[in-house]
């Protein structure tokens, strides 16, 4: 099993910049070599992709709406998967979460292919 903790959400104007963490931990992490993600829930609307990462960086998804805006990282040693939001806009309001696949199942934006996640993290931008 696998635990996921997000932090770095916050409050922001427009135009400003927020770096989201997820920290990894569990007993089966030590061997974890899967794609990890990170999608977003705004307030009355399905959750959706934000961004995703394969274990070796070598594959890299971005939504259409985030590109260019925010750059998904991870650092595997200390067992960490970052975002940096920037240019953030008011629709980028949303709880962000931090997701992980249980098994190799490819770099891809499908919710459902991913088994571990995080409690969440409050973005908001004001206008």
């Known amino acids: 099993q696998v635990q996921l903790v997000e932090s770095g959400g916050g409050l922001v104007q427009d135009g400003g910049s927020l770096r989201l963490s997820c920290a990894a931990s569990?007993?089966?992490?030590?061997?974890?070599?899967?794609?990890m993600a990170w999608f977003r829930q705004a307030p009355g609307k399905e959750r959706e992709f934000v961004a995703a990462?394969?274990?070796?960086?070598?594959?890299?998804l971005y939504a259409d709406s985030v590109k260019g805006r925010f750059t998904i990282s991870r650092d595997n040693a200390k067992n960490t998967v970052n975002l940096q939001m920037n240019s953030l806009k008011p629709e980028d309001t949303a709880v962000y979460y931090c997701a992980g696949q249980s098994r190799a199942r490819g770099v891809n934006t499908v919710r459902s292919e991913y088994a571990y996640w995080g409690q969440g993290t409050q973005v908001t931008v004001s206008s």
């Open positions: 990462m394969s274990w070796s960086g070598d594959t890299i």
């Open positions: 569990g007993r089966s992490f030590s061997s974890y070599a899967y794609a």
